[in-house]
């Protein structure tokens, strides 16, 4: 049986310390500097979606922001790190309610009761969208960006509808509530440079609190809406009728200016016809009235017959016209033309009478 010696005395240096196998140390060594490679390379590269931004902090402190989207270098940590912010998304914020399992609404009165002007109370429920503007105001202005908003928001509802009364923010004034909240709370926003952009507000619901007072309310609001459906409907009616009531005044007076114009013409024509039958009239004023008399008694006898003569002579003389014209021509109107005065007789002719009136015994 083989016996060793125990005691440090009698062990060897090489004994007393573990002997570990050649090239451990260098394959412990090539290890370590794989896994740095790695950690240096995992946080050199960062990847940025289509709605986010990236901040770029450069030992802590702010250096530029990255908006492009894809695959981007930076130096490894702790040297430089990137802060990714979805900055391109609208986001939205519930004020006087919370949405629990995406459907039901939970209010929150502490939020939503407000005190009107006329010193009501009035609920309200509204929603914030909003986006970040300014990446780099965004992350070191505000503490709690989300908390920050929703205090400035409900601030600026309780201005508004502090200064207006509750019939009002109940019935039409909910468009006009909306603009001036909106105005505030960008007011807000730029005032403490948030980075925050307000991209709309609106209100769900503005009304009094449930009770009977909701529900008197309620139907002064049916009323409302009832009366501005008549209003409507009689602004339709006029609308319809209008139009053709003006058409029809339109088309008299277009008939109107017809007439009116024809007249002119027709009296100007009659003036020219006039001033054309006195021209003729100075030339020849016998002919002339001979000639208007003629015509004027073509119109105003056109079926009866004229029968003109010189009606000189002491003795009547019978002259059977109306057989001589015959039964054809009993119905149109006949002139005979004067005869010719007898010429007066000569001064041989009124001798030779008065040779003979003194031959006779």
Not at 142 to 149: M, R
Not at 181 to 203: P, S
Not at 252 to 270: C, F, P, Y
């Amino acid at each position: 049986m083989e016996v060793f010696p125990g005691g440090r005395e009698n062990q060897s240096p090489q004994n007393g310390v573990p002997q570990l196998p050649k090239g451990s140390i260098q394959k412990i060594i090539a290890g370590i500097i794989v896994v740095v490679a790695l950690a240096i390379g995992w946080s050199s590269f960062y990847t940025i979606q289509e709605q986010e931004q990236a901040a770029i902090l450069t030992f802590g402190k702010y250096s530029h922001t990255e908006e492009k989207s894809g695959l981007h270098f930076k130096l490894p940590y702790p040297i430089q790190q990137a802060v990714i912010v979805p900055a391109n998304l609208t986001q939205q914020l519930q004020i006087g309610y919370r949405q629990a399992d995406g459907q039901q609404n939970i209010g929150i009165e502490e939020e939503a009761l407000m005190i009107t002007g006329d010193e009501n109370l009035v609920s309200a429920d509204a929603v914030v969208e909003w986006k970040v503007s300014d990446l780099q105001k965004f992350l070191y202005n505000i503490e709690n960006p989300e908390q920050f908003l929703r205090n400035s928001a409900v601030s600026a509802i309780r201005s508004v509808i502090g200064s207006t009364n509750l019939d009002f923010a109940i019935t039409e004034g909910k468009t006009v509530i909306q603009g001036e909240v909106k105005k505030q709370l960008e007011e807000l926003q730029q005032h403490y440079n948030t980075g925050i952009h307000i991209v709309d507000l609106k209100f769900q619901d503005i009304e009094p609190p449930e009770g009977t007072v909701q529900q008197a309310f309620r139907e002064v609001t049916n009323a409302r809406e009832e009366k501005n459906t008549k209003v409507n409907q009689a602004q339709k009616y006029v609308n319809d009728r209008l139009p053709k009531a003006r058409g029809e005044a339109q088309a008299l007076i277009e008939q109107a200016e017809a007439e009116k114009h024809s007249r002119i013409v027709n009296a100007q024509g009659d003036v020219a016809k006039f001033n054309a039958v006195y021209n003729e009239y100075v030339k020849n004023p016998d002919i002339t009235s001979d000639r208007l008399i003629l015509e004027t008694l073509e119109k105003i006898l056109p079926n009866a017959k004229v029968i003109i003569t010189d009606g000189g002579g002491d003795t009547v003389k019978y002259l059977p016209l109306n057989e001589l014209l015959g039964p054809s021509r009993s119905n149109q109107s006949q002139a005979v033309v004067p005869p010719a005065a007898p010429q007066a007789p000569s001064s041989q002719g009124q001798s030779s009478e008065d040779e003979k009136g003194g031959n006779t015994p």
